[in-house]
């Protein structure tokens, strides 16, 4: 399938932009220079890649405040070590970033030079590189289908129709050869509406077209000064990074207050102002250089971890700086179409009124319309139950979107493709091709029970009898789907008998004003919504030659407006819309996706509320929360009515403020008008609710929502997609996780972590993000204590030696100290855990657990072998420097009997209480996870 198309350019600032015409092939005429698209998600180019390097580093305190440290030591009078002291570690840490940063960029810039390398001139199953006007296809029927996955997250087809126009045109050639030009109304942020015309001058007489957006096709980025950012910058630190910085600067000043009260107990004598720096260089080990890596190595091992954990294969840690983030979520903000479902329809119900029709009694469906045509082409209907089943079926068979496709190979490549197979329906082969995976699984139905679509164009459609007859209907009018009309509405005319029938569609809250008196519908629209069904009501209304006729020219009339055309076009519908037949009422099951129910059950439990965000229709929305139990059965749901103005916003308001543990159900229009002008109001009542779920938002409303999450209640956010239209939530969110599906891969590289299927997210937060935010924790804090221990024996020994500014340790023993006499130990935290795995997903409640740690041994709670290991290995490390640092030790002591004693009591002495006072703590205030390891 191919297609040409007419692009123009988008924008992000639409509220500065005007309605534009675009002259066809003349490029020259257009009023704006058109800008290239183009991707990039790089951070750095090449000559800012060490300057933004070198600045994200030394905007944190700890890395300035080093920085400043290590220079001091060019100055003779204020060096108090060797050089190496303390350049060392600071280029270290410099180098590790420098390395780690520059592989990023490389992989960001390899995949943004793959998809700006892409030609188009001709479309055949790509990604639309801009918004687009259609104006001619390869298919006769003059249509085509597009996927709006990157758009609203659903991935089904939608139906295209090019501009008859250009169309009709004899050959492709003659697109460039002819005086047109086309009239766009300005960029907005709706999807679903378009409004233009498309006008060929060289024509006598001129032609005008209207153009709507069944004649548009979008773009899956959004185009801004020439490219498109499709992605924020990556994120290089998380919040436990900028606590510490915090922590820092409050031992920095813990720092100077150290030195201050030396020098005035010094008595402030001669150059007190250069012993007051010395002072701030010798106790400057209170804050550790090596803090950085240890954690920054830390962070990689709990990537690693995760990556080679067998219960969650597939898993990708693409951001290795912030895995502790998935250990103190308070929100999580999720997509529905692909990341809770499957986006795959099973017809359940059909409902009669009198009489209720489930999957295992289809055969009696099947048999009724066996013989509603038996002996004839033609229907024979009788006034029974026959005669009303016959009638419902065909109506779901005839109102609808969809196409029937045959598969056939064809091309050298070897490429399936898709064409009309002419007078031969062969049922093998057939797919169907529609706008909502419900009208697939509503037309899958009708065939198994014997009526069958076998062909449609743009202008007919055909069905074939359980006898395998043709019946051919002439499609008149089609009324799409709106989120608006919630409806969809079809007229059609019967070959044989010529009879005209008015179909149509809809969800109840819609249908119930346009059918006829009945007392069952919103009953069992009720009771199978509460099934987890998503309902349609199908109706229909017979008509005369003469009232289509006036139909017709009405509407061809109002369609043609270019003032108010969606609302003049939709009075003339709605002249129809009068006293229709109710014919039945219809019920299909999305499928969730496997283990959602007790995934989100154990989110909840451990104390995290769900948000889902969807661009899909309201009532779709609404079962989907029921039926995944994101809304419990005992809770009720509050559906926000929908408002246009502030009074009824606030009259809403009032109404929600009143229910108590109730969930929500708003559209993102409404949610616009509610932010608008109630933000804090809503923002706050909103996160009162145990579950909240906003329907047809837009990729920008899904990001802003995150935004106002983190700037109301600054708890820590998480969003997890599959799509495109899903990017711009997971880079506002706090953590980003993306499954990698039917959608492609656009979610999972723009996330922090990728994963395979939706319930790998509960182990992922439960096990890995406890685990390493516990971990990092208590990384930070030991380190910090390891730093405190030697600054405090440096300050004990300029007192003893009259407040001298003399360093206690020299040269190689104070980074021996903070690296490797000390590195195991430190590193072998990273394998502690508290609890078993299983526990910590039986019991998810311990995720909103947190403890103080003191030092390794008091630290940790499970040894593994392992760190038995790193602290004989860093022993045996101290002990063999003994052998090449001879004039550091006085080696005739250390082996002495007295030296052994006293380090074994002072060792003594200094874990006793603590061990003292972890046993109390234990046994009058246990931790939570105790509870389960007694």
Known sequence: MQAVLQGKPGFTNYKELKARTVWLGCPEKCEEKYPKNAIKNQKYNVFTFIPGVLYEQFKFFLNLYFLVVSCSQFVPALKIGYLYTYWAPLGFVLTVTVVREAVDEFRRYKRDKEMNSQLYSKLTNQRIPSDMVFLRTSEKTGSCFIRTDQ?????????????????????????????????????????????????????????HESLSIENTLWASTVVASGKSYNTDDPRSVGLLDLELNQLTKALFLALVALSVVMVTLQGFVGPWYRNLFRFLLLFSYIIPISLRVNLDMGKAAYGWMIMKDDNIPGTVVRTSTIPEELGRLVYLLTDKTGTLTQNEMIFKRLHLGTVSYGTDTMDEIQSHIINSYSQSSAPKVRKSVSSRIHEAVKAIALCHNVTPVYESRAG???????????????????????????????????????????????????LKTPGGHILTYYILQIFPFTSESKRMGIIVRDESSGEITFYMKGADVAMSTIVQYNDWLE????????????????????????????????????????????????????????????????GVEDQLQADVRPTLEMLRNAGIKIWMLTGDKLETATCIAKSSHLVSRNQDIHIFRPVTTRGEAHLELNAFRRKHDCALVISGDSLEVCLKYYEHEFVEL????????????????????????????????????????????????????????????????????????????????????????????????????????????????????????????????????????????????????????????????????????LMVALTIRTWHWLMVVAEFLSLGCYVASLAFLNEYFDVAFITTVTFLWKVSAITVVSCLPLYILKYLKRKFSPPSYSKLTS
């Open 523 to 586: 009953e069992e629209c009720g009771n199978m919504a509460r099934e987890g069904l998503r309902t349609l009501v199908v109706a229909k209304k017979s008509l005369t030659e003469e009232q289509y006729q006036d139909f017709e020219s009405r509407y061809n009339q109002a369609k043609l407006s270019i003032h108010d055309r969606n609302l003049k076009v939709a009075a003339v519908v709605e002249s129809l819309e009068r006293e229709m037949e109710l014919l039945c009422l219809t």
């Open 151 to 207: 758009l609203d997250g659903e991935t089904d087809w939608k139906l295209k129709v090019a501009v008859s126009c250009t169309q009709r045109l004899p050959a492709l050639g003659d697109l460039f050869s002819i005086n047109a030009y086309v009239y766009a109304q300005k960029p907005q942020l709706d999807i679903h509406s378009f409004e233009g015309t498309f006008t060929r001058e060289d024509s006598d007489p001129a032609v």
């Open 412 to 462: 050298v490549s070897g490429e399936t493709e898709y064409a009309e197979v002419d007078q031969d329906f062969s049922d093998e082969n057939r797919t169907y091709q529609a706008s909502s995976p419900d009208e697939v699984a509503l037309v899958q139905w009708t065939e198994s029970v014997g009526l069958t679509l076998v062909n449609r164009d743009l202008t007919s459609m055909q």
């Open 686 to 853: 909103a996160c009162q609710c145990p579950a909240v779920v906003c329907c047809r938002c837009s990729p920008t409303q899904k990001a802003h929502i995150v935004k106002l999450l983190q700037h109301h209640t600054g708890k820590r956010t998480c969003a997890i997609g599959d799509g495109g239209n899903d990017v711009s939530m997971i880079q506002a969110a706090d953590c980003g996780i993306g499954i990698e599906g039917k959608e492609g891969k656009q979610a999972s590289l723009a996330a922090d972590f990728s994963i395979t299927q939706f319930k790998h997210i509960g182990r992922l937060l439960m096990v890995h993000g406890r685990n390493s935010y516990k971990r990092s924790a208590a990384l930070g804090q030991f380190v910090m204590h390891r730093g405190l221990i030697i600054s405090t024996m440096q300050a004990v020994f300029s007192s003893v030696f009259y407040f001298a500014s003399v360093p206690l340790y020299q040269g190689f023993l104070m980074v021996g100290y903070a690296t490797i006499y000390t590195m195991f130990p430190v590193f072998s935290l990273v394998l502690d855990q508290d609890v078993k795995p299983e526990m910590a997903l039986l019991y998810p409640e311990l995720y909103k657990d947190l403890t103080k740690l």
